[in-house]
């Protein structure tokens, strides 16, 4: 490391295997036994550079390499084990800048990363027991790639504004078994952002604004987006708050927010079933209050 140059490298290997032993009885009243044994493991390198040009002003660039195994639910789902779905794997690289000053922070990132055989479930494809489609499959490859941006600015003490958005573009760019190149990843959306700001008012209350946005996206289980989007939507939030040093050591602090103050009816989530051939979405919370106290000790 240099004064205005910092060189970050790191490395990790990890492993995991999933047996299994099934039993069950035939249509013609034989038994029928299966075993599942998957294990695999792998290396995750790192690497990061990172330049300070001037004070206020640091450049980085990043590579990393990873992998995930299938969780619990993915390798035995409702339909017993999954032979052959293997562990993902990801190249990932990323640019930025970050800028850091007494009276503005700003950072801006933009991301480009391949998963091969990312876990995915396909809604068409047959499953073991014949009754409903449907079943965990690895995808050749999916693009996952976009732009962060991050700024806060105090132009007085008692004032804060921030602000965010994300682009994200995750496309299923190859694959040999669905059918899907060229979807979008369902429930991903490819826009969204927050902006808010929050005053600090005498003795110890502050109050603050926080506005969420979320574009539309394809639903769970609807990648080729027969039935539709998932709707946009966006949610206001209003936060008032106290907090005062009693003592050196004891500190007082309530905080009461007001969630979805305009009352927006809408849905984080949403997706095709399978099973009853209907879309179904989950509601979020309409307009909703919440009240939180805290003692601190410091010792």
């Known amino acids: 490391r240099t004064e205005d140059l910092l060189l970050m490298l790191g490395v990790r290997r990890e492993g995991a295997r999933y047996d299994a032993h099934k039993s069950s009885i035939s249509l013609f009243g034989t038994k029928v ?17 990172t330049w300070r ?17 299938p969780n619990f639910d993915e390798a035995f789902g409702v339909y017993g084990t999954t032979p052959g779905l293997g562990p ?10 970050k800028v850091r000053m007494d009276c503005l922070t700003f950072n801006v990132a ?16 047959p499953n073991p027991l014949g009754y409903f489609p449907g079943i965990n499959v690895n995808l050749d490859r999916v693009r996952h790639r976009g732009v962060e941006v991050l700024a806060s600015l105090r132009p007085v003490s008692w004032l804060d504004v921030y602000g965010s958005y994300t682009y994200d573009d995750v496309e299923i ?16 959306p490819r826009h969204r952002g927050n902006a808010g700001l929050r005053v600090y008012l005498p003795y110890g209350f502050d109050a603050g604004v926080d506005a969420i946005w979320v574009d539309s ?11 539709g989007k998932l709707p946009g939507w966006a949610r ?8 005062r040093a009693v003592t050196e050591w004891l500190t007082l602090s309530i905080d009461a927010t007001a969630y979805n103050v305009t009352g927006e009816r809408y849905s984080e989530v949403g997706g095709y079933s399978t099973i009853r051939r209907l879309v179904g979405y989950y509601p979020s919370p309409e307009r909703h209050y919440v009240v939180a106290s805290e003692i601190a000790v410091n010792w």
Do not use: C, H
């Open 88 to 97: 993902e794997s990801s190249q990932s690289y990323e640019v930025g800048a």
């Open 33 to 49: 036994s299966e075993d599942f044994d998957n294990k695999a493991d792998d290396w995750a390198p790192k690497a990061a550079l």
């Open 217 to 227: 996206r394809p639903l769970t289980n609807d990648p080729e987006e027969r039935y």
């Open 236 to 243: 206001y939030d209003v936060r008032m708050g106290w907090r």
């Open 110 to 125: 933009a991301y480009y990363t391949n998963v091969y055989d990312e876990i995915f479930f396909d809604p068409l494809a």
């Open 53 to 69: 040009p001037i004070r206020p002003l640091s450049i980085y660039a990043s590579y990393a390499r990873g992998f995930r195994f």
């Open 173 to 188: 760019t190859r694959d040999s078994l669905t059918g899907l190149e060229g979807s979008q990843m369902p429930i991903t």
